[in-house]
């Protein structure tokens, strides 16, 4: 690089944005089953519900009004499915609409819309039929993906199927703390088996009916690095790597199972699935063979404890490993979207030097090769942050649940230089982490 740079500068259309979730935000989805959820005691962690959440089934445009101001040109949004069918073959043409104005105030506005079909909530109705691990539920996906894809297209230019199947599939069938509160490994083998078909068939309709489309998904990959050089350690991170990252990795992109999910067996015809991926990135573990953890699979997972961390039990800040997640994304040769980057800061003191820092890494792996198209922070808005509750902000915008009043944080003027800048300036970083501008500008 060299030393006369004053940016790192994106490519020439490179979409700026924030994301959202239906649940997380819209307020009052009572016909779905996390909503049921939080209603039972103990499953939320600061005992709050989701209530209004942050009001956008009323007042969605403004907070969209002020991405824009805040130079965006794209949000991630999602769709709430227990909304547009909340019972069985029911179709919401109210909630169509209501969506329409959404999506439509969007694109007024300059923002291209990203949706989710599926953001972890399912309607009640199919909840109480078993799921995820019911067989039919594939047929089910495919017929709101139908509804959805005709009620939309005209408005969507890319459609995320899923968000985050291993996610989903770790907290609410292996450890339990999400609905529907466990199972185990075999309903977790069987869930993705019918994510990943369900992702295979709304690929299909959705190029049927919008050949122009992008369609993909929102994988969550998270590091685990090993805690020593030793060979159990080494074996540790590359066991929970393959069951987290590398067997939704090979499900959604040309529909193989691997083992410990399959035998390579292929759930689709297609040579590949998607048109680009999603990349949710947050943090790392540090992984040790430990035979006294049975329930654990024999593994030990920590934070590092000489890294930066953002609040407790949310893991250290490690920005090296979104640049390192690119980077293997970059192998499968398909354009990435950053579709989930973020931190949980209530006092929005990390925000801004943690946009930084990750910015950075994004533009790095560009330039080794990462076909990145666009980012996303998470979130534009404070939301209902799920098990967590209220307890765990991550907004560039701050919300008090009680008054629904908005302040806009400090970080979001960072986010809105970068995204106008189209790149990130020495002297911005100057600014926000002055330390950082020589390994990344030269002297």
């Given at each position: 690089m ?12 490179f979409?700026?944005?924030a994301a959202?979730?239906?649940h ?14 939080e ?19 009323q ?7 002020t991405?824009?101001?805040?130079g ?15 019972a069985?073959?029911?179709w ?7 969506y ?9 506005l300059?923002?291209?819309p990203?949706?989710?079909l ?8 199919l ?16 017929h709101?993906v ?11 230019p ?10 989903q ?22 869930v ?5 078909q ?7 309709i959705?190029h ?13 990959l ?9 060979w ?7 066991m929970l790597?393959?069951?987290?990252n590398?067997s ?29 991926i999603?990349l949710?990135?947050?943090s ?9 953890r049975k329930?654990?699979?024999y593994v ?5 404890p ?9 893991g ?8 390192r997640?690119?980077l293997?994304?970059?192998n499968?040769g398909l ?31 560009i ?23 209220w ?11 009680e008054t ?21 300036e020495?002297?911005?970083v100057?600014e ?5 501008v020589?390994p990344?500008?030269?002297?």
């Amino acid at each position: 690089m060299s030393n006369a740079t004053d940016i790192l500068a994106f490519p020439d259309g490179f979409l700026w944005g924030a994301a959202t979730a239906s649940h997380q935000v819209e307020g009052g989805n009572i016909n779905n089953d996390w909503w049921a959820w939080e209603q039972q005691p103990g499953r939320i962690a600061d005992g709050t519900r989701s209530g209004l959440a942050s009001n956008w089934w009323q007042m969605a445009e403004r907070d969209l009004t002020t991405a824009a101001q805040l130079g965006h040109n794209t949000h991630r949004l999602s769709l709430e499915w227990s909304r547009l069918e909340p019972a069985p073959g029911e179709w919401d043409e109210a909630v169509v609409a209501r969506y329409r104005q959404i999506l439509t105030t969007m694109r007024n506005l300059g923002l291209a819309p990203m949706a989710t079909l599926h953001h972890f909530t399912l309607p009640l109705w199919l909840y109480e039929r078993g799921g995820w691990e019911n067989p039919a539920v594939v047929d089910w996906f495919s017929h709101y993906v139908e509804r959805a894809v005709a009620s939309f297209s005209d408005l969507v230019p890319i459609w995320c199927t899923i968000n985050e199947p291993m996610v989903q599939i770790s907290y609410g069938y292996i450890s339990g703390v999400w609905p529907p509160g466990g199972g185990g490994f075999r309903a977790a083998r069987i869930v993705l088996r019918h994510m990943a078909q369900a992702h295979a068939s709304a690929y299909s309709i959705i190029h049927q009916r919008q050949p122009e489309a992008q369609v993909g998904c929102a994988q969550h990959l998270h590091l685990f690095d090993p805690a020593s050089p030793r060979w159990p350690d080494r074996l540790a991170a590359k066991m929970l790597d393959r069951l987290f990252n590398g067997s939704a990795l090979a499900a959604f992109f040309d529909g193989t199972l691997p083992f410990p999910f399959g035998w390579g067996q292929k759930l689709s015809d297609k040579r590949l699935l998607l048109d680009f991926i999603g990349l949710n990135y947050y943090s790392r573990s540090m992984t040790a063979l430990d035979l006294h953890r049975k329930d654990q699979m024999y593994v030990r997972r920590f934070a590092n404890p000489d890294a930066p961390f953002s609040m407790e039990g949310w893991g250290e800040i490690y920005p090296e490993g979104l640049y390192r997640a690119l980077l293997r994304l970059a192998n499968l040769g398909l354009p990435i979207y950053v579709t989930e980057f973020g931190v949980p800061d209530n006092t929005d003191a990390i925000r801004p030097r943690f946009i930084v820092e990750h910015v950075a890494a994004i533009e790095r792996a560009i330039r080794h090769g990462a076909l990145v198209r666009g980012a996303y922070f998470w979130s534009l808005v404070d939301n209902f942050e799920w098990a967590a509750g209220w307890s765990a902000r991550f907004g560039l915008i701050h919300l008090d649940p009680e008054t629904q009043a908005r302040r806009i944080n400090g970080s979001a003027d960072i986010y809105r230089r970068i995204a106008v800048a189209n790149g990130l300036e020495r002297s911005l970083v100057n600014e926000v982490a002055p330390d950082l501008v020589e390994p990344l500008f030269g002297s």
